[in-house]
């Protein structure tokens, strides 16, 4: 367990991880480590990679990629918003009991581990944007902004993509099922 230290002022604190930059990388890293967990929000804890955006004409879409973070402390993200979308739900997918795979709101929102990721992918956990205000295009792009349990915030820009696998069903129990309906039938035509 690391002993609890005193936390310097932050010009102190930068000028320490200058010179252990200049000189010892490995005490960058223990440095830096220290620090964030004393004075780093989430959001600067936490960046995002590999993003991207299930493209769709209407209803509901989704984003997914690899929350990391760099930190020693867990982080979670608690809500997302986008301008794509009136409405954003973070969301997990379970088996009921037939094992028939559908997609729910994740209680707590996202936990990213300490030195970890937390992977978004189709057929886990993801950003579902649940009324697009407009169509998303193939080659076209998005902001999101997640919120973190601190309140803190961070905006990424994610590439639209063609993708048709995993429409999963939605939960009727967890949410209104007329909404959602359509969550059932795929999105692409063809
Ligand atoms: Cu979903």
Redesign the pocket.
């Known amino acids: 367990m690391p002993a609890i230290t005193f936390a310097p002022p932050r010009a102190a604190h930068v000028l320490r991880g200058a010179i252990a930059a200049a000189a010892v990388p490995l005490l960058l890293t223990a440095c830096s480590s220290a620090d964030e967990k004393d004075t780093a929000t989430s959001a600067a804890a936490v960046t995002i990679a590999d993003q991207w955006v299930k493209a769709a004409d209407s209803g ?1 879409s ?1 984003a997914f990629g690899d929350l990391i973070n760099s930190g020693d402390t867990p982080r979670t993200v608690v809500s997302a918003t986008s301008p794509a979308s009136d409405r954003i ?1 973070l ?1 997990e ?1 379970v088996a009921d009991a037939n094992g028939t795979k559908a ?2 709101p994740k209680r707590g929102g996202f936990v990213i581990p300490a030195h970890g990721r937390t992977r978004l992918r189709p057929g886990g956990d ?1 950003i ?1 944007f649940m009324d697009l205000r407009g169509p998303l295009r193939t080659g076209s792009e998005t902001s999101v902004t997640l919120t973190f349990e601190d309140g803190s915030t961070t905006t990424f820009t994610a590439q639209v993509r063609d993708f048709s696998g995993n429409q ?1 069903n ?1 939960v009727p129990d967890h949410a209104d099922g007329e909404s959602h309906a359509g ?1 059932q039938t795929p999105a692409h035509g063809g």
């Open positions: 509901m989704a739900e969301h997918v997609m729910r993801h579902m999963e939605y969550a």
